[in-house]
């Protein structure tokens, strides 16, 4: 089973150019994420999505937008890059329903560089 | 605000017992979670509490106390594979998991 697959694995982006990373799940898990992980600080929520049709703006939204046009596919698009967003993104899905935990399951995570 | 602490960095050796403390305040708790990451890798869930009291799954066991606002993750048996950053999280009352900066774990010899 893939899991959560997730692309590019890496890239290096000029500044001011835009770039879309990919996340794809197949465990119909209902929730999805975005998270950036930098030196020295914990994960942080970039956006989520609960379900299908819906997103919300996590702990560092500015210059990321998402869509979540079906359950499967969560794309991350940076508009017109900075510098600052050279992170390692990882994307994560959970499924809030039922008696489970709701653990989060992780992409591999995608290396970004922004110059 | 809402905050999450555990130690930067720790050293054991292998066939030991090491302890990693969790501390939070975060508004609301909708339970605590352990997560293992290796260098370069994705996280990996390990433990879920949510009631207080000890988690026991093989070497690996979770402690909470909620009055505290205290965990703990025991790794018993210490192999080298060990060698990682573990990072404890906790979901608010808004069920948004806050998130420690992590603990990296240094297995020697």
């Known amino acids: 089973t893939a899991g959560i697959t997730q692309a590019p694995t890496s890239q290096i982006l000029a500044a001011g150019r835009s770039m879309t990373l990919r996340c794809t799940q197949d465990?119909?898990?209902?929730?999805m994420y975005w998270y950036r992980q930098d030196l020295g600080l914990g994960l942080r929520l970039i956006h989520y999505?609960?379900?299908?049709?819906?997103?919300g703006k996590g702990e560092v939204p500015d210059g990321y937008s998402v869509s979540r046009a079906n359950t499967d596919d969560f794309p991350l698009t940076l508009a017109s890059a900075v510098p600052s967003q050279t992170s390692v993104y990882f994307c994560?899905?959970?499924?809030?329903?039922?008696?489970?935990?709701?653990?989060?399951?992780f992409g591999e995570g995608s290396r970004l560089t922004v110059l | 605000g809402q905050n999450i602490d555990q130690p930067t960095e720790m050293t054991a050796t292998e066939g030991a017992i090491v302890q990693i403390n969790c501390t939070y305040q975060?508004?609301?708790?909708?339970?605590l979670f352990w997560y293992q990451q290796h260098a370069g890798e994705a996280p990996t869930f390990l433990s879920y509490?949510?009631l207080d009291g000890l988690e026991e799954k093989g070497r690996f066991s979770s402690f909470l106390s909620r009055s505290k606002g205290y965990s703990y993750l025991l790794l018993k048996e210490l192999q080298m594979k060990d060698s990682a950053s573990y990072l404890c999280?906790?979901?608010?009352?808004?069920?948004?998991?806050?998130w420690g900066a992590g603990t990296k774990l240094i297995i020697k010899p």
């Open positions: 999280a906790v979901k608010d009352s808004n069920y948004q998991l806050i």
């Open positions: 465990m119909r898990h209902n929730a």
């Open positions: 509490n949510v």
């Open positions: 994560a899905s959970s499924d809030t329903g039922g008696s489970g935990t709701g653990e989060l399951f």
């Open positions: 999505s609960n379900t299908a049709g819906t997103t």
């Open positions: 975060t508004s609301g708790f909708n339970g």
